[in-house]
């Protein structure tokens, strides 16, 4: 079947709006709205294993691909694009990981205000991993820079993920929720700081390790 990345090379025929008929109540990746979808072309169908559909959201006009089943499973969806991406890095500490895994979710959810104060219990349990002293998250994180263990670029995106924590939690002066952008920028902050923290410099252990066996398998030769 013609993968979903690939269809935007796929020429689209047109179908009869009695084929085609209504699609039904799916969540836009985009607004998170549920509401139903104008098709504006698919392939697939009737000879084939299901059909991939070029869709247009009724609530924010953005365009969505959806593969589903074939004609007796038209409510299935096996895949859609654009996606979220939703996985975590296997690098990451356990508990790092269980509360960054739910901010991923509650985002992909339209849950604003539960992604970013599952960001901030992301940052601190990084915090308890590294062993950072202070009362709060403020301190916690302005120790890490003092010893040396992130720049100061790292710790502003840090401070950026405590505060968007803080607004989904508590709220802020002049403005009391989370809204869709702040939930994907603290994310995305958060991603990238553990990313720092986390992936590189065991990619580069391993990296480094690779190299020293390469050099040793070479010398006993």
Not at 46 to 53: E, F, M, N
Not at 97 to 121: H, P, Q, Y
Not at 173 to 202: H, I, M, N, Q, T
């Amino acid at each position: 079947m013609t993968s979903l990345y690939e269809i935007s090379s796929v020429e689209y025929p047109q179908r009869n709006v009695e084929e085609v008929r209504a699609m039904p109540v799916r969540k836009c990746p985009y607004c998170k709205a549920l509401c139903n979808f104008d098709v504006e072309a698919q392939v697939g169908g009737r000879d084939t294993a299901g059909y991939i559909s070029l869709d247009r959201c009724q609530n924010c006009g953005n365009p969505v691909y959806f593969e589903t089943g074939d004609r007796g499973e038209r409510d299935n969806v096996i895949d859609y694009y654009p996606r979220l991406e939703l996985s975590v890095d296997e690098e990451l500490p356990e508990d790092v990981k269980k509360a960054f895994e739910e901010a991923t979710r509650t985002l992909n959810d339209g849950n604003w205000n539960s992604c970013v104060v599952m960001c901030r219990r992301a940052l601190e349990e990084a915090m308890k991993d590294l062993g950072a002293d202070g009362k709060d998250l403020f301190e916690q994180i302005d120790d890490l820079e003092t010893k040396r263990k992130i720049t100061p670029e790292l710790k502003q995106w840090a401070h950026e993920g405590r505060l968007g924590g803080k607004l989904g939690a508590h709220g802020a002066k002049g403005k009391k929720w989370a809204d869709k952008s702040d939930a994907e920028e603290v994310l995305e902050f958060c991603r990238w700081f553990f990313r720092y923290l986390y992936v590189l410099p065991k990619q580069l252990a391993n990296r480094k390790a690779k190299l020293e066996e390469e050099k040793t398998g070479d010398s006993s030769k």
